[in-house]
């Protein structure tokens, strides 16, 4: 493509003006553009949601909707926001949710999390939930490729009661916990969270809590 691009600076030298010359060579320089544009797509960054301020929360998501202020008694201010379920609607359809909430505590997002009513059909070997993936990209920005994904931390599957938890690893550090009623197909609630048992080092025989029956 180099010397095509030469043989036609060549060619019109003599012929045309300097400004149509320019002109030409900017037209060439732009279709190059378009083409490069075609072939070349530069990784998304990564988008890292805990431990920032809520200025740059907003920026990710939106302006929020709600703000809930509360003093802790360890001392720790905490602030919860909402957001538009807008992004999260798109992926899930059919899901019924009013917003989604991100927790700060001391000014740093802890947490990320939405209650909804949502069917589920698709499911890991363990328990996992594989429609969450598209959830998990929504708010990081990111595909999973840990080698923690899908680490069961947790299983209240045999829990007495209505309401149950499902806690896995979906990224190195980041823990989500799945709440759903009576079957594992009916997701009422999930929260993403930092957790050092979903670091790649944490002892894997140390992740499951003794159950008694």
Known sequence: MKSDIRAILRENWNTIGIDEMKSKFLGIVAFLGFVLAG???????????????????????????????????????????????????????????????????????????????????????????????????????????SSVYQKLIYDGSQEHGSLRQMHFCVDTGILMVYEYASVRDNAIYIRYSLDERCQESYPTSSTMPNQSS
Request: charged share 15%.
């Open 39 to 145: 072939v070349y797509h530069p990784q998304s960054i990564a988008r890292e949601v805990f431990g920032q301020s809520p200025a740059s929360i907003h920026q990710m998501f939106g302006q929020y909707w709600t703000r809930l202020t509360e003093e802790l008694n360890s001392g720790d201010r905490q602030v919860t926001y909402a957001y538009s379920p807008y992004g999260i609607k798109k992926r899930f359809p059919k899901a019924q949710l009013k917003n989604f909430e991100v927790v700060f505590s001391n000014n740093q997002a802890t947490s990320i999390s939405a209650w909804m009513s949502l069917g589920l059909s698709r499911f890991s070997d363990n328990g996992y939930p594989l429609e969450f993936n598209s959830l998990f990209t929504y708010f990081f920005d990111r595909p999973l490729s």
